[in-house]
Each structure stands twice: as C-alpha cells, then as structure tokens.
C-alpha cells in the first residue's frame, strides 16, 4: 500500500507566505515526476507545478516567479513554497506523486494522489 499525505495549508493574508509538504510512504520502489495542482470550488483541478525524479520543474503561468517546488528524493518529499499569495490562489490543493512498483511481472507506474489541504488568502 502507499499513502500520499499533504501538510502545510492554512490561512493567511494577501501577500504573505505558506510552505505546502507532500510525504509518499508504502511500498515504493521508485517515484517518477510529482506534482502539485489545486481546485477552488466550483472550478476544475488545475496544475501548478511538476518536478521530475532529477529535479525538472515546471509551473502554471500563473504561479510562475512567486511559488518554488523543491523535492527530497531520500525522504520521498516534496515542497511547494508559496510567497506572494494572492486571494486567487485559494484552493484545495492536491499532491500527485507516479510511483513505481515491483510486481513479479516487472516494475508498474501508479499515480496516487493525496487528501488535499485547503489554502485560504484573504484580501
């Protein structure tokens, strides 16, 4: 089994500052890209940024220059610093981490994601 657990959220002014974690814990063999992405209500789940396993990340236009994803390969974490928060990025955010599992048939791909924690910026 693997459980995917974020941590982190909570609220906080416009223009301040939250550091989002994302834990994977189970039966991994390896993890492949993670990612973090968000869903305000009443909207789709949208991405905000991915970094792969050698530490490539890419980010949502609207992100880009205020949030920082950084990734502990040892620990099977992830982080997502948020600075400049604006009252539209609130949202439940999700971790999503493609985890690679041994199986006697070889090595499998699975994407997981976790519970989500909820980001509030109030104006």
């Known amino acids: 089994q693997v459980q995917v657990v974020e941590s982190g959220g909570g609220l906080v002014q416009a223009g301040g500052s939250l550091r989002l974690s994302c834990a994977a814990s189970?039966?991994?063999?390896?993890?492949?890209?993670m990612g973090w992405y968000r869903q305000a209500p009443g909207k789709q789940r949208d991405l905000v940024a991915t970094i792969t396993s050698g530490g490539s990340t890419n980010y949502a236009d609207s992100v880009k220059g205020r949030f920082t994803m950084s990734r502990d390969n040892a620990k099977n974490t992830v982080h997502l610093q948020m600075n400049s928060l604006k009252p539209e990025d609130t949202a439940v955010y999700y971790c999503?981490?493609?985890?690679?599992?041994?199986?006697?048939?070889?090595?499998?791909?699975?994407?997981?994601w976790g519970q989500g924690t909820q980001v509030t910026v109030s104006s």
């Open positions: 189970g039966s991994i063999f390896s993890i492949n890209s």
């Open positions: 999503n981490a493609l985890i690679v599992m041994l199986h006697s048939t070889g090595p499998h791909e699975y994407s997981y």
